[in-house]
């Protein structure tokens, strides 16, 4: 009887090349403005722009996209019209998995309960599920606790939904801030999948840390 039954998973950075959607939607703005702008460090810079807005309240998720897609250009002293505000809401259901996502999880499928645990709204991710090619068997948005990771919110509704303890839950994510740090204040063994081999953020400890999905399968056959 293997130690994890279910194995929780971030969306964004974790299953989802988001670094690499976001550079593709920026390009594809810069070059429609025909703007001389480097956009390489704007993913990195986005993430700290969206964390903040989350932490003034909930509101749809295509908003804060909207939202950080504004003030993203304002701080470079540029001013977008609403149609282009709206370019990460209107492409993000199309950015592309990581090579080894569909294969990975159709592999623990086999053997796992599998669920996403995401800073986004229902339309959207229905839209990202189809992408990836797996059924998942549960799936916790903001939309429905209205509220975004690194709240608490999603674990507690995955909680109720699942009812399995937590010492049989994996929760595998790349975002240590978002994910790793409230997983573990909660007491989930997680995975960060540490694609670009960052320092930690703090002194919260990962139980596990690899460069992409793949080493998922053997650790979790280890633990059987």
Request: net charge neutral.
């Amino acid at each position: 009887m293997s130690k994890f039954s279910l194995i929780t998973f971030d969306c964004y950075g974790t299953l989802i090349d988001w670094e690499q959607g976001m550079k593709n939607a920026l390009e594809e703005l810069v070059k429609k403005r025909n703007l001389s702008l480097d956009i390489e460090p704007l993913p990195d810079r986005y993430v700290g722009v969206e964390l903040e807005i989350e932490q003034k309240g909930y509101r749809k998720y295509k908003e804060i996209l909207t939202l950080g897609v504004r003030r993203l250009f304002e701080e470079k002293g540029i001013k977008l019209d609403s149609q282009e505000e709206g370019i990460f809401a209107d492409t993000i259901t199309k950015w592309p998995p990581f090579d080894e996502t569909t294969q990975v999880l159709r592999k623990l499928k086999e053997r796992y309960k599998l669920a996403i645990l995401s800073n986004i709204d229902e339309d959207l991710i229905q839209g990202l599920i189809k992408l990836i090619g797996v059924e998942f068997d549960g799936v916790i948005t903001a939309e429905q606790v209205k509220s975004y990771k690194p709240s608490h919110g999603h674990w507690i509704r995955m909680m109720e939904v699942f009812q399995i303890p937590k010492k049989n839950v994996l929760h595998v994510a790349a975002s240590y801030v978002h994910d790793i740090v409230p997983a573990k204040e909660l007491g989930f063994q997680t995975a960060w999948i540490n694609r670009k081999n960052e320092k930690p953020k703090g002194n919260t400890k990962p139980d596990f840390e690899f460069r992409d999905l793949r080493p998922l399968a053997g650790l979790l056959r280890k633990q059987e």
